[in-house]
């Protein structure tokens, strides 16, 4: 299935082995790994249709935690002639998007899916060096990584350390990314060429 926030499910998403029951339709299905969901209740499985069509509300639960803060500051930074209404509006359909219809990112730390250009980012993949290089523009990717950090991580960043500790390859399962201390989050904006990366430590 496409997710407008989230590029390659099929590799980074966490799927259950076998068929469940969905807790939300019932039906017996592939599901989504439960456990990166936030929810009060126990959620056994969530199929990818009540994902796909914002049926998490009706049991509690979300998917993701989005920075709506950051996006709202942005959106009103870009359109200051539209009414807060408005904006308010558009910063919660997006919000949903992101909360309620987009698969939970696996994460250690508990940091909120960031947002640029008053859109929130599209999750690309696990980083490595391979990435960077590929992404950047003149090819430097350690530039392109130093230039991405989301700013609240900038005073505790070391980009040196983070570059010697990125995979020289590709990450291409979310299996995989339990190979390493710790994970580099690579995000791009909708908008334009601009990448967002987050990074965090097991
Ligand atoms: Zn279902």
Redesign the pocket.
Known sequence: MAYKYFKYPARYAVFQDEDHA?T??K?TKTCLETTPFYSEDDIDA??E??LKGG?LSEIGACANDADVEQLFDQLEALFPDKKIEELLKEAKAKTDEIELRTPPLVSWQEWKFPAIDGDYCQFVCFASKQDYNKLAADGDGKKLLTESIIEELHEFTDVDAIWRTLPDKQIKTVALSNNFPMLVYLFKSLHSEKYVTVWDIC
Do not use: A, M, S
């Open positions: 969905c939300i339709c039906q969530i199929c249709d009540c049926r």
